[in-house]
């Protein structure tokens, strides 16, 4: 089992940047990809940013060149930068990881951006 827990979430004005993280813990060994999804009020949970443990990379077309995600495998952590933040990024974000049979989920941060 992994256990996720995001920090980071918060209110801010439109154009600002936020930084999110996500503590893993438990067999965060077996993890081989990580990353965040977010749901809006009304809305289908998204795909934000993911990452492999080889290091590839995956975005949404609605935040590329606006978010970044980055790991530290070490302590097999996702981060994503969001910057430039718009109202329509306003949405619970998950963190996500799976390994070889499971896919493993946190309670989700609220991101509110104020127009």
């Known amino acids: 089992q992994v256990r996720l827990v995001e920090s980071g979430g918060s209110l801010v004005q439109a154009g600002g940047s936020l930084r999110l993280s996500c503590a893993a813990s438990?067999?965060?060994?077996?993890?081989?990809?990580m990353g965040w999804y977010r749901q809006a009020p009304g809305k289908q949970r998204e795909l934000v940013a993911t990452?492999?443990?080889?290091?590839?990379?995956n975005y949404a077309d609605s935040v590329k060149g606006l978010f970044t995600i980055s790991r530290d495998n070490g302590k097999m952590t996702p981060y994503l930068q969001m910057n430039s933040l718009k109202p329509e990024d306003t949405a619970v974000y998950y963190c996500?990881?799976?390994?070889?049979?499971?896919?493993?989920w946190g309670q989700g941060t609220q991101v509110t951006v104020s127009s």
């Open positions: 990452i492999t443990d080889g290091g590839s990379t």
């Open positions: 438990g067999r965060i060994f077996s993890i081989n990809a």
């Open positions: 996500w990881s799976r390994d070889s049979s499971y896919n493993y």
